[in-house]
């Protein structure tokens, strides 16, 4: 396991598409995070995981997204009827619990 | 509301000189901080954590100092390199979901 991947590196679609990112964290990481992150800021948290369950979510996340991890394992984002301010880096994380968090190299979603 | 953010959103440094890059937060529930540091087109990096039961944590060339009283997080980096050009994140993880500021950028001159 060389870490956490992100699936796909970019995408690029037309506005009102829907999309959907995959995570896949590293072996045995229980906790799973996504943050979204624009040009020069920070990355903003968007919501984590505690195996399945869904733990918070951001104020961000808006009820056009919304992300599963069915088995505790792989994560998927889905943005629905995408907007042009959707277009950022979002990010996925994972850890073992209270500690540390691995980041993946994030998604790059650019809506047109 | 609660925060995390930076004094300095940019830093120029030269080659060999020691960096020095500050944060302050503002939850004083905060019981654990992180330093990460992201290149051009990466996912963020784990440098270094310190949890509030200590004030002075070391790694290599790396050092985190946390000041409670002051609610005050820096990052040392000893004789910088180029390779440590980048922007910095600290980060508080006060209830299992980190917060991150805006980050400082490190520019190292050779």
């Known amino acids: 396991d060389t870490g956490v991947s992100q699936d796909p590196r970019h995408k690029i679609t037309k506005r009102g598409q829907n999309v959907t990112f995959r995570c896949d964290p590293i072996?045995?990481?229980?906790?799973l995070y996504w943050y979204r992150q624009t040009l020069g800021q920070g990355p903003e948290f968007l919501t984590y995981f505690q195996n399945e369950a869904q733990l918070e979510k951001s104020r961000l996340l808006s009820d056009r997204f919304s992300a599963e991890r069915p088995k505790g394992s792989f994560s998927t984002l889905e943005i629905q009827r995408t907007e042009q301010g959707d277009s950022a880096m979002y990010l996925c994380?994972?850890?073992?619990?209270?500690?540390?968090?691995?980041f993946g190299q994030g998604t790059r979603l650019t809506v047109v | 509301g609660e925060s995390v953010g930076l004094h300095l959103p940019t830093l120029s440094v030269q080659e060999g000189d020691n960096s020095i890059i500050n944060c302050a937060y503002s939850?004083?529930?905060?019981?654990?901080f992180i330093w990460y540091k992201q290149e051009s087109g990466k996912g963020p990096q784990f440098i270094i954590d310190i949890r509030s039961n200590m004030d002075k944590r070391q790694g290599q060339r790396v050092t985190v100092l946390l000041n409670k009283t002051v609610k005050h997080l820096s990052l040392q980096i000893a004789a910088t390199q180029p390779g440590d050009s980048a922007v910095y994140f600290c980060?508080?993880?006060?209830?299992?979901?980190?917060?991150f500021g805006a980050g400082t950028r490190l520019t190292v001159k050779p």
């Open positions: 994380a994972s850890s073992p619990n209270d500690s540390e968090a691995f």
């Open positions: 072996s045995e990481h229980n906790r």
């Open positions: 980060a508080e993880n006060p209830s299992g979901d980190m917060r």
């Open positions: 939850n004083s529930a905060s019981d654990y």
